[in-house]
């Protein structure tokens, strides 16, 4: 699991989002288990593109619950590897970048750099380090997938 490094200013970032959009905000790094139990179905990464940027791996996935036959966030990731092994497992594309940080157990830190709203969309723009790799990763949420839902709105 990530440690988050400034809690008070994610807070402060997820100020005016609804309890749902904030969670799904704040998931500190990969949200495929999180999105596999909202859908109560499998949610897997399907990877698009990726290759070098400059200095960086662009990577650009879906992430997909194929039984409700839905992409459920589309996400853009800068990688930047130091770690040789790292590297060898990004570039064979096996798994999801989340996976791949929970395969070596490694100690992370999370930090949420920036949220906002789209034509239809909420997103958030996060950088998750370890040893020997940078992730900066933009997740695009679709608004109708994740309701609106505040408090005050139950019966």
């Known amino acids: ?82 770690d040789p092994h790292v590297r060898s497992l990004v570039e064979t594309q096996a798994m999801g970048l989340g996976q791949i940080v929970a395969s070596l157990e490694a100690r992370t830190s999370f930090e949420l750099e920036d949220v906002g709203r789209g034509a239809g969309t909420f997103w958030r723009r996060y950088r998750l380090e370890g040893p020997g790799f940078t992730y900066l990763i933009r997740e695009e949420f679709p608004m109708i997938l994740y309701a609106d839902v505040h408090a005050g709105d139950w019966s």
């Not at 008070?8 to 905000?25: D, H, N, V, Y």
């Not at 194929?66 to 990731?77: F, I, N, Q």
Request: charged fraction near 15%.
């Open 1 to 82: 699991m990530a440690e988050i490094t400034d809690q008070a200013q994610m807070l402060e970032k997820l100020a005016g989002f609804s309890p749902l959009r904030r969670l799904l905000l704040a998931v500190p790094g990969t949200l495929q288990s999180t999105l596999s139990a909202y859908f109560g179905h499998p949610v897997t990464v399907a990877v698009l593109s990726q290759g070098p940027q400059g200095a960086v791996i662009r990577r650009a996935v879906n992430l997909v619950c194929e039984t409700l036959g839905m992409v459920v966030v589309r996400a853009v990731t800068d990688i930047t590897v130091d």
